[in-house]
């Protein structure tokens, strides 16, 4: 494990796999090093990169420094991409996606990014705090991690089936991350179509088929708005592909724009 230093001082935990080109890997809500139910396939990319898979800050083993603003999360990625020799390549997952986009807007030197089914509302211009953000920011302020968990969830479309085959340790994992997701929930709060056409850096969107109708819409939406976006459809279940399927797909884009 090795760590960078953010502009504003917050330590982020970061391993670095691989040969080639740096790939930085920004993951979904949730998700950290050590517990990750949506991962990357970074063992597949290592082939092709060096994959740079962090904690991003308030998880695993990176710190924090309150309050959130999503300017400091773009400045974790720089810092990153700092030590990665002064550019990298993205792949976001699901939420993650909106971190990145929020990045390659600041302009970050990023050649091309490849996001997973990031959940992207169609509309013209951010609306300040929606209702569901403050239900899972009153739930952690009050010490009810479990329910916002729960709530974030359900609230997201996670089918039941998934819900109820989670484990006792996932939760547990899962409600020690309980208040970045609130952090998520404000980078869906202040995403925007006109956000994702200021966006130039060519992006592939890759989106599951056995994917609910929301999530596919979404990432519709994301590719018919960037200026420089790609679409690709592929075999899997809910908000998942398996790695032998995804890996080559995210590896040509980056490496040569197919």
Same mark, same amino acid.
Request: charged content about 20%.
């Given at each position: #494990?090795?760590?960078?230093?953010?502009?504003? %001082?917050?330590? @982020?935990?970061?391993?670095?796999?691989?040969?080639?080109?740096?790939?930085?890997?920004?993951? +979904?809500?949730?998700?950290?090093?050590?517990?990750?139910?949506?991962?990357?396939? !970074?063992?597949?990319?290592?082939?092709?990169?060096? !994959? $740079?898979?962090?904690?991003?800050?308030?998880?695993?083993?990176?710190?924090?420094?309150?309050?959130?603003?999503?300017?400091?999360?773009?400045?974790? @990625? *720089?810092?990153?991409?700092?030590?990665?020799?002064?550019?990298? $390549?993205? $792949?976001?997952?699901?939420?993650?996606?909106?971190?990145?986009?929020? +990045?390659?807007?600041?302009?970050?030197?990023?050649?091309? #990014?490849?996001?997973?089914?990031?959940? @992207?509302?169609?509309? &013209? /211009?951010?609306?300040?705090?929606?209702?569901?953000?403050? &239900?899972?920011?009153?739930?952690?302020?009050?010490?009810?991690?479990?329910?916002?968990?729960? *709530?974030?969830?359900?609230? @997201?479309?996670?089918?039941?089936?998934? #819900?109820?085959?989670?484990?006792?340790?996932?939760? /547990? /994992?899962?409600?020690?991350? *309980?208040?970045?997701?609130? $952090?998520?929930?404000?980078?869906?709060? +202040?995403?925007?179509?006109?956000?994702?056409?200021?966006?130039?850096?060519?992006?592939?969107?890759?989106?599951?088929?056995?994917?609910?109708?929301?999530?596919?819409?979404?990432?519709? /939406?994301? !590719?018919?708005?960037?200026?420089?976006?790609?679409?690709? %459809?592929?075999? %899997? &279940?809910?908000?998942?592909?398996?790695? &032998?399927?995804?890996?080559?797909? !995210?590896? %040509?884009?980056?490496?040569?724009?197919?």
């Amino acid at each position: #494990m090795d760590k960078v230093v953010s502009r504003d %001082g917050t330590s @982020i935990a970061y391993e670095r796999v691989g040969t080639g080109p740096a790939l930085i890997v920004v993951d +979904a809500a949730g998700n950290y090093r050590d517990f990750r139910p949506l991962p990357a396939p !970074v063992e597949l990319l290592a082939a092709d990169f060096t !994959v $740079y898979v962090y904690d991003r800050r308030g998880r695993g083993t990176s710190t924090d420094t309150p309050p959130y603003a999503i300017d400091r999360e773009v400045d974790d @990625i *720089a810092a990153l991409i700092a030590a990665a020799g002064g550019s990298a $390549y993205l $792949y976001a997952l699901s939420s993650g996606g909106l971190l990145a986009l929020h +990045a390659a807007s600041a302009g970050l030197p990023v050649p091309r #990014m490849a996001l997973f089914e990031p959940p @992207i509302e169609p509309v &013209e /211009a951010p609306g300040g705090e929606s209702a569901f953000t403050a &239900e899972i920011a009153a739930l952690v302020e009050a010490g009810r991690r479990r329910d916002a968990v729960e *709530a974030f969830h359900r609230g @997201i479309g996670v089918p039941d089936e998934i #819900m109820a085959e989670m484990s006792p340790e996932v939760w /547990a /994992a899962l409600e020690a991350v *309980a208040h970045t997701l609130v $952090y998520d929930c404000r980078l869906s709060d +202040a995403m925007s179509l006109p956000l994702v056409r200021s966006v130039t850096v060519p992006t592939l969107v890759i989106g599951s088929h056995g994917s609910s109708g929301d999530l596919t819409g979404m990432a519709a /939406a994301v !590719v018919e708005a960037l200026p420089n976006g790609t679409h690709r %459809g592929l075999a %899997g &279940e809910w908000h998942g592909v398996p790695h &032998e399927t995804l890996a080559p797909v !995210v590896a %040509g884009y980056l490496l040569d724009g197919r």
